[in-house]
């Protein structure tokens, strides 16, 4: 399909936005730069907003369920510390809303048992044991094409490890499409971008900041408290040289170019901002300056999360609300979407 077909067809929807974090614990930096900073931002733009704890995922893998349900509602409160408003953007937990499920088994129908095959995420989380991945793993892009498509959602803001299962949802929106000689899904357009859409681990510039990495010290978790922080980032790996003052300079530089993006993305500044500010400093002047930074910004968030996870009667009723919205869009859009395909649901 061309660009112009594309959006030509994509001009019928609304610009609504959907993302997800898998409520599988141990938030990290990268979440919040790559993922959750821009859903604030789009929150505060033209946009309808929605934003899910992906629980049906995280089970892909095996959850303790006591520590799902603490987990869930973290995420949650991680969420609206973050500045997420739950009068302006949906906020719910994905298995409260059925209507995923049901969408994702349809999907599982259209989706190619090839083109999950080649999912890079499926092979980097099973690892050398794939026979003995849960076959929800296998399939869990068709999952998340679910998520997005039965809202209709035409933007969905990401980091940069997303892009191939974003892809993969274009794919199956396209061949539904196809198959029934509708135009009903909408090519939906990745957001990812900007200095954070992949933050590095401290210990290897050449590795994501994960929170499944077995070091601690590689991730700043978003409820690591500000010594923390700073021991992290003071023992971050660099390199020996000053810092560049144009970019061209972080080439073959991973560990510096991943502090610099990180210090860019929390001051909402570009690499080339940053640069020409600290360029010619040494890793010994700049790190402080890092430390500040981030304390700035994660410890209101930490601090925040604590006051919520403080009275989770409260948050459970917050999710409750945010599942009944988001019921609400996505029922009649699913409904359809029985229709279409020729299932009686009376
Ligand atoms: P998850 O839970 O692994 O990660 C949530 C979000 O955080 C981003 N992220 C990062 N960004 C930059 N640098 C990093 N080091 C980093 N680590 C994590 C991820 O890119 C993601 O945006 N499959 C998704 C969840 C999902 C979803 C969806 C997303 C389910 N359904 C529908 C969008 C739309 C996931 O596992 O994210």
Redesign the pocket.
């Known amino acids: 399909m061309s660009d112009a077909v594309q959006t030509q067809s994509n001009s019928k929807f609304n610009k609504r936005v959907?993302?997800?974090?898998?409520p599988?614990g141990g938030l990290?930096l990268?979440?919040y730069?790559?993922?959750v900073k821009r859903f604030v931002q789009m929150q505060n733009e033209d946009f309808e907003t929605i934003y899910?704890m992906?629980d049906l995922?995280a089970i892909t893998v095996w959850q303790d369920p006591a520590r799902l349900k603490n987990n869930t509602r973290e995420l949650a409160a991680f969420y609206i510390a973050s500045g997420l408003n739950p009068e302006k953007s949906i906020l719910f937990n994905q298995s409260a809303v059925s209507e995923h499920a049901e969408l994702g088994w349809m999907f599982n129908c259209v989706a190619r048992m090839g083109w999950m095959k080649r999912m890079t995420q499926f092979k980097d989380k099973a690892g050398k044991n794939a026979e003995n991945a849960s076959l929800g793993l296998f399939g869990?892009p068709a999952?998340?094409a679910a998520?997005?498509l039965a809202y209709h959602a035409t933007h969905?803001p990401?980091?940069?490890?997303?892009k191939q299962?974003l892809e993969l949802t274009r794919d199956i929106a396209a061949k539904f499409n196809h198959d029934f000689g509708v135009d009903f899904f909408p090519m939906i357009d990745p957001v990812i971008g900007g200095p954070?859409?992949?933050?590095?681990s401290l210990r290897d510039g050449s590795k994501?900041?994960?929170k499944s990495d077995p070091s601690d010290q590689s991730r700043i978790n978003m409820n690591d408290d500000a010594d923390t922080i700073a021991q992290k980032f003071r023992k971050a790996k660099t390199d020996q040289d000053a810092l560049p003052s144009e970019e061209s300079g972080l080439e073959n530089r991973p560990e510096a170019k991943n502090l610099i993006s990180i210090y860019a993305a929390l001051g909402d500044q570009s690499l080339e901002d940053v640069l020409s500010d600290v360029g010619g400093k040494q890793f010994s002047a700049f790190k402080p300056m890092l430390v500040e930074r981030a304390v700035e910004t994660l410890s209101p968030i930490s601090g925040e999360m604590n006051r919520l996870m403080l009275d989770v009667s409260e948050i459970d009723r917050l999710l409750k609300r945010g599942a009944d919205k988001a019921r609400a869009i996505a029922a009649p859009i699913v409904q359809k979407t029985y229709d279409i395909v020729g299932l009686l649901k009376p």
């Open positions: 959907f993302s997800g974090i898998q599988s990290t990268g979440n730069l790559g993922a899910c992906v995922h869990y999952l998340m998520d997005i969905v990401v980091g940069d490890d997303q299962h954070a859409a992949r933050v590095m994501k900041m994960s």
